[in-house]
């Protein structure tokens, strides 16, 4: 990464895969190269806190075929009832606002009571996002 830096945005938004119910409580573990986890929880609306998170210089997508114009992080998505999902790749832009969807599926959908959703990972590899145009 260059030496200097932007920061980027983003907010995760949790629910049932089933039913596209807001989940609170579910624990939101954001990770990447070069930065500490950073673990929020979400709230009674399925999302996260807006995260401030580091991206590259905003100078990088000014350039063609230079540096990377965004970092990418990886998001693992905690909740008891739960499978647990991961999504690689997600990209953060400098000073752009992202919301990142996850849809969990509850154990009781497939009828897997008996599984933890910590023995289960689901991953996605490529990631929807919706940019906030303010």
Do not use: C, H, W
């Not at 289960?120 to 929807?128: D, F, G, I, R």
């Amino acid at each position: 990464m260059p030496d200097s830096q932007d920061n980027g945005y983003l907010t995760v938004f949790v629910t049932s895969a089933a039913s596209s119910i807001p989940i609170e409580g579910a624990l939101v573990r954001i990770s990447g190269d070069g930065i500490e986890d950073v673990v929020r929880f979400t709230d009674k609306s399925g999302k996260t806190e807006k995260i401030t998170l580091p991206s590259p210089p905003m100078a990088n997508s000014k350039t063609p075929g230079q540096q990377t114009p965004f970092t990418s992080y990886r998001i693992s998505v905690f909740k008891e009832g739960f499978y647990t999902q991961q999504t690689q790749n997600v990209p953060v832009f400098p000073s752009v606002s992202a919301t990142q969807p996850i849809n969990l599926i509850g154990l009781s959908e497939y009828n897997s009571d008996t599984v933890l959703p910590f023995e289960s990972l689901l991953t996605v590899e490529e990631n929807p996002q919706v940019l906030d145009r303010r």
